[in-house]
């Protein structure tokens, strides 16, 4: 049965990765900018998505409505595949500059070589990371609740 009540323990550990969230999307888009991150648009790219993150953290901070949420959690499946996307940039780079370097490298030589490399390859990883948090902190949002309920009623499931 639905009750639309919302343990308070759920709403404290939700918001607790939420923060942890925050910090991370800022902590991130700082290290990008320190390092010089924008060089083209695929560089570019997880900027956008961690301002667009953080300010669709904010905009959950005042508004419960379940538009928004699904909005704040289609950017967070953005960051995971922006991870993704970004842990195989960095290591297709990384095999080119070693081709270069060794032309003669392949297997695990040439794999060990990509993933120590000169750019990360893992690094993009936080992106998954930093999304998997956002989606875990809209568990049990009350903006879920409500629309459920909407929704059982609406089909006549719920008096």
Known sequence: MITGTVPPELTAVR????????FGTIG?????????????AWQIAPLVLLAIGGAG?????????????????AVMALFIASGVLGVLLHYRGNVEFE??????ASGW?????AMTGATPA????????LGA?????????PATSAA????????????
């Open 57 to 73: 953290w904010a905009m959950l901070q005042v508004s419960r409505g379940a538009r928004v949420l699904r909005v704040f959690q």
């Open 109 to 113: 030589e040439l794999f060990a070589r």
């Open 28 to 40: 991130t888009f700082a290290e990008l900018l320190l390092l010089g991150h924008i060089d083209g």
């Open 15 to 22: 918001h607790t990765i939420a923060t942890i969230f925050l």
């Open 99 to 104: 081709l270069e370097l060794h032309p003669g």
């Open 122 to 129: 893992l690094a993009p990883g936080l992106m998954i990371l």
């Open 133 to 141: 948090l956002g989606l875990a902190s809209t568990f049990g949002h």
């Open 148 to 159: 459920r309920r909407r929704d059982l009623d609406v089909e006549g499931e719920l008096t």
